[in-house]
């Protein structure tokens, strides 16, 4: 890559929030850069730019879908680009744990083999795959940012799928970057939620009190990592020309908290809930899997509909509370020159905002079934 070249992006999953995130960061970073964003519709692309500000004005939308060859990018769009792309920023996923295999690998892993093949097409100097340190699956213990060999099995098709579409980025004769981001919980500034997933469901069925026990063991850490360290994080490490072809965990690591600790400072923050107190919620015992299992079951043949859909929604990633590992993360550290934030100091701000907002998860649960 030439140095002092402005860089131009094409990234996909531009609207969600690891890619929009990231590319409102690599616009602050660098002030010649300018972007194409894949969007479905026009709508979505002036909605993009809208939410950007005056950066969006460095951004042209381009209509799309990864699930299509050339990304769904017409002749004449292609003709545009080619020559004029320096990275391809590939976000787009679908992150839905419960999908068939056949239909996460539809946007996970021919999604990426159609990004792959853009890049190659358009004459993009790097691409960067935002992948997900659950490609560890069932795996435990310390984890390595090296390629994982997919022999301990997965949890659910969304972690084999991503799985696939790393083995297709090292096999494309790219020049690479793969980033593992553990699971994104919050922003670390304001507690703010915007993107629900099983770590909120788990907490929402503890804050609810329709639940005495969570799988896991309180000695073993849960990996959380904020949103917006995530997304700068992201740009920061499209741009690095040092990057290249490897990859790197944007995780707690070492600094995941234990399971115990987190429920226990949990427990302290939703105390000071008045109605919280007044319901009188015990907190949830932490128990192996195969007891929780037969909790699921029991469920089911009470037959609450509420609890079951809430249930069901977890169930494709619960079992990985029972699966003890480490993400190692000194590559991810060195080349940023910062491990991520505490969770411990940001969670309160986390659960204290959904408390404020009335517990807003509730709504995305009834959504999940």
Not at 161 to 170: D, G, I, P
Not at 176 to 183: D, G, H, Q, T, Y
């Amino acid at each position: 890559m030439s140095p002092g070249h402005p860089p131009t992006l094409l990234v996909t999953g531009a609207t969600g929030l690891v890619g929009g995130g990231a590319l409102r960061a690599v616009l602050d970073a660098s002030p010649d850069a300018r972007a194409f964003a894949l969007v479905r519709t026009r709508d979505a692309g002036t909605a993009l730019r809208r939410a950007l500000g005056p950066l969006g004005a460095r951004v042209s939308p381009v209509l799309g879908d990864v699930r299509f060859p050339a990304l769904g990018l017409d002749a004449s769009v292609r003709s545009e680009l080619r020559g004029r792309i320096t990275h391809l920023l590939h976000s787009a996923g679908d992150i839905c744990f419960a999908r068939p295999l056949e239909q996460a690998r539809a946007v996970n892993t021919t999604g990426t083999a159609h990004a792959l093949e853009l890049a190659q097409d358009l004459g993009a100097r790097r691409f960067v795959h935002v992948s997900t340190a659950y490609v560890a699956g069932r795996a435990v213990g310390t984890v390595a940012e090296e390629p994982s060999s997919g022999a301990h099995g997965f949890v659910n098709a969304y972690e084999q799928s991503k799985h696939e579409a790393e083995v297709l980025v090292r096999g494309s004769g790219c020049e690479f970057v793969v980033l593992r981001p553990s699971s994104i919980v919050c922003d670390a500034r304001t507690g703010a939620v915007s993107q629900v997933n099983a770590v909120h469901r788990a907490l929402f069925l503890y804050f609810s009190g329709l639940v005495p026990m969570l799988p896991g063991d309180e000695r073993w850490p849960l990996d959380l990592v904020p949103a917006d360290w995530v997304t700068r994080s992201v740009a920061r490490l499209t741009l690095d020309p040092e990057a290249s072809g490897r990859t790197f965990h944007l995780c707690a690591g070492s600094g995941a908290p234990p399971l115990g600790a987190l429920f226990d400072l949990t427990d302290e923050v939703l105390r000071a809930d008045p109605d919280f107190r007044r319901r009188g919620v015990s907190r949830p015992d932490v128990v192996d899997l195969a007891t929780y299992r037969l909790f699921e079951q029991s469920v089911q043949e009470l037959g609450d509909p509420k609890l079951i859909r809430i249930l069901r929604a977890l169930s494709t990633f619960i079992e990985q509370m029972t699966l003890p590992k480490t993400f190692e993360t000194a590559g991810a550290e060195a080349a940023l020159g910062e491990p991520a934030p505490a969770v411990l100091e940001y969670w309160p701000r986390m659960l204290s905002h959904l408390v404020s907002t009335h517990w807003a998860v509730a709504r995305e649960n009834r959504e999940a079934a």
